[in-house]
């Protein structure tokens, strides 16, 4: 019988089967990478935060209509979540956006938003007048608490940026994973907005969203630091 040369790499069958682990492997996203993205994403969509916004809008409403209201917003956030990470490739080749012009772009969209955070400001979030028409509204589920509160501009960016360093199936299923699981947390917290906003107070709550601004300022200057030395070799040297 013919030996193998290569004793550590069987002939035969097993030996086109080898390959393909390899390959998966590279595709799944690594555990640095999955973190801080699980991570931003959290900062970005700061549930904990938003609770005082969620338990402000619904102060008069059952407590039947703040769990469908909150359970609703959980399902409007995951969709346009899964929408931009399974659709956002499409959107940037249309218009033509590199990688790297994303990775920039967010990474300024996110720092305005973790300064805004940092600094307790929810202008990002909506205007006093936004607000005064969200409260009116029959539902309030998609907009403004999916839309723009929660899964808004800097979310978006969040997300599109990590979906598109990893186009591989394994690592958008890993995404979409991360997303529902947030949504579903975030649908749950809201569903106990008032007793959680009471609990915490005003003061609470705010130093959970600067301490929040701070981890989304930092991230936010590694994406905008990858992204003008992609764009501008020379920072690079």
């Known amino acids: 019988t013919r ?3 290569h004793p550590r790499h069987p002939t035969g069958r097993n030996q086109r ?3 393909r682990l390899h390959e998966e492997v590279v595709f799944v996203i690594a555990e640095a990478a999955l973190t801080s993205f699980i991570a931003a994403l959290f900062a970005m969509m700061n549930p904990i935060g938003n609770v005082g916004v969620f338990a402000c809008m619904t102060a008069s409403r059952s407590d039947d209509e703040v769990r469908r209201t909150a359970w609703s917003s959980a399902v409007a956030i995951a969709v346009t979540l899964l929408i931009v990470t399974w659709s956002g490739s499409a ?3 249309f218009f033509g956006i590199t990688i790297d012009s994303l990775r920039a772009a967010g990474g300024v969209i996110v720092l305005v938003i973790g300064l805004h955070m940092l600094f307790n400001m929810s202008e990002h979030k909506q205007s006093e007048t936004e607000l005064e028409d969200a409260q009116g509204r029959g539902s309030i589920a998609v907009v403004p608490i999916a839309i723009p509160v929660v899964a808004g501009p800097g979310t978006m960016a969040t997300v599109l940026v990590t979906a598109q360093q990893h186009e591989a199936l394994l690592g958008r299923a890993e995404i979409s994973i991360v997303v529902i699981a947030l949504s579903a947390l975030t649908g749950l917290l809201f569903s106990f907005a008032k007793p959680i906003s ?3 107070g005003e003061s609470g709550m ?4 600067r301490v929040m601004g701070v ?3 930092a991230i936010a200057m590694g994406m905008l630091a990858d992204g003008l030395k992609a764009l501008l070799p020379g920072l690079a040297s």
């Open 206 to 209: 705010g130093v959970i969203t």
């Open 215 to 217: 981890v989304l300022s």
């Open 91 to 93: 959107v940037m080749a």
């Open 17 to 19: 089967y080898a390959p």
């Open 3 to 5: 030996k193998n040369p």
């Open 198 to 200: 009471g609990w915490l």
